[in-house]
């Protein structure tokens, strides 16, 4: 007998590589190129480093008010994390204990299963069809809970709202999470939906769309109700998951909503003019509403392509998978980074070409 015997043994969630070298351009985990908003800088310079003497706010009530008012719900409607994937483990603790199996796309965000097997949750994927799309049809099976991102990751795909709301109706029995990472950049978020069925749970996250992945601020928006039995859990994990920094940070984020208007619409730009130049290329991808292109070329294997923009030290997604294995996950950056990943590609695919 060895106390091996005894571990929980599970096979982690692979982030993608943070590589931090001078020069790189980091496109591989659709992080945000540009700062967050400029009153965040401020209040980090100002911040009185005595109150990290004391424990944080455990009900993060700054932060929580601040999107309660943002998002037009009451502080009672929202739950903040330790990024969007505390937030959605954490639902995933509380609200998927039934003994039928959840449900998720085959190609989707990849830590879903890991959470699934991390808490013993049973699950099935449904897949995506042809072009990439959900089939709500394969929601109407008998099911323990419901978990799909709009847009979809990684194909940027987005859903309509018709759709969810097919899918919520369709399952008033379980608790149908809706992972809205990427909504900001020219999807329709199911916020509204939130009033009239008390068993959607919206989860967003400032890792991206607000610029704040270090910050690790994620949230969900829901019925009072599930947000009270989500607490309930919260604070017997752990009273103090997010920091005093965070609290007061993101919130001051979610006060200046012109900056955020203003990076999304960048992003968004500078997205459809990458998608234009990718096409003369020679690649093709899903009409991506997220802030990164899930790109394959006609001719040259996604892994090369992946290999030599490494060697040229730009970083982008690859993943070795049933599916998804001829396309590359490119995250918008800034015009410049992305003028220079253009070039890049235009000089190789044209030596590839001949
Ligand atoms: N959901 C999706 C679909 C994602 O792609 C990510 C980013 N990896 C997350 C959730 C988690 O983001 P975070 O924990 O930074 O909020």
């Given at each position: 007998m060895s106390w091996e015997q005894n571990v929980r043994r599970v096979v982690p969630y692979v982030a993608?590589?943070?590589?931090?070298?001078?020069?790189?351009?980091?496109?591989?985990t659709n992080e945000c190129p540009y700062p967050p908003a400029p009153g965040v800088e401020r209040l980090l310079k100002r911040m009185d480093y005595g109150a990290l003497r004391l424990y944080?706010?455990?009900?993060?009530?700054?932060?929580?008010?601040?999107?309660?008012?943002?998002?037009?719900?009451?502080?009672?409607?929202?739950?903040?994390?330790?990024?969007?994937?505390?937030?959605?483990?954490?639902?995933?603790?509380?609200?998927?204990?039934?003994?039928?199996?959840?449900?998720?796309?085959?190609?989707t965000y990849s830590f879903y299963d890991v959470w699934a097997k991390l808490h013993g949750i049973p699950y099935r994927t449904c897949p995506l069809d042809e072009d990439w799309h959900i089939c709500p049809e394969d929601y109407r099976q008998p099911n323990g809970g419901i978990i799909f991102p709009n847009p979809n990751a990684p194909t940027g795909l987005f859903e309509s709202l018709e759709t969810v709301e097919r899918i919520v109706r369709a399952n008033r029995d379980v608790v149908v999470m809706v992972d809205e990472a990427y909504v900001d950049f020219g999807g329709r978020s199911a916020l509204p939906l939130v009033e009239k069925y008390d068993n959607l749970l919206v989860v967003q996250t400032f890792s991206k769309?607000?610029?704040?992945?270090?910050?690790?601020?994620?949230?969900?928006?829901?019925?009072?109700?599930?947000?009270?039995?989500?607490?309930?859990v919260k604070f017997s994990f752990n009273s103090y998951t997010m920091n005093l920094p965070s609290q007061l940070l993101g919130a001051e984020a979610v006060r200046d909503d012109v900056y955020f208007k203003a990076i999304t619409a960048r992003i968004v730009a500078t997205r459809e003019r990458v998608k234009r130049e990718l096409r003369t290329l020679g690649f093709t991808f899903p009409d991506s509403k997220a802030n990164?292109?899930?790109?394959?070329?006609?001719?040259?294997?996604?892994?090369?392509?992946?290999?030599?923009?490494?060697?040229?030290?730009?970083?982008?997604?690859?993943?070795?998978?049933?599916?998804?294995?001829?396309?590359?996950?490119?995250?918008?950056?800034?015009?410049?980074?992305?003028?220079?990943?253009?070039?890049?590609?235009?000089?190789?695919?044209?030596?590839?070409?001949?």
């Open positions: 993608g590589e943070q590589p931090n070298k001078p020069g790189m351009i980091k496109l591989n944080p706010d455990p009900d993060t009530g700054v932060l929580v008010d601040a999107l309660a008012e943002y998002y037009h719900v009451s502080s009672g409607q929202v739950f903040v994390g330790v990024g969007s994937d505390d937030v959605i483990s954490m639902a995933f603790m509380t609200f998927f204990n039934g003994r039928r199996p959840i449900l998720f796309p085959d190609v769309s607000r610029s704040m992945a270090g910050l690790r601020i994620g949230f969900c928006i829901g019925s009072e109700k599930l947000i009270g039995y989500l607490n309930d990164f292109i899930f790109a394959s070329h006609e001719t040259i294997p996604a892994q090369q392509i992946f290999q030599a923009l490494r060697e040229a030290d730009i970083y982008v997604r690859y993943w070795n998978k049933p599916r998804i294995s001829d396309s590359l996950r490119i995250t918008i950056g800034t015009e410049e980074e992305m003028d220079t990943l253009l070039a890049f590609l235009k000089d190789y695919v044209s030596k590839r070409r001949f």
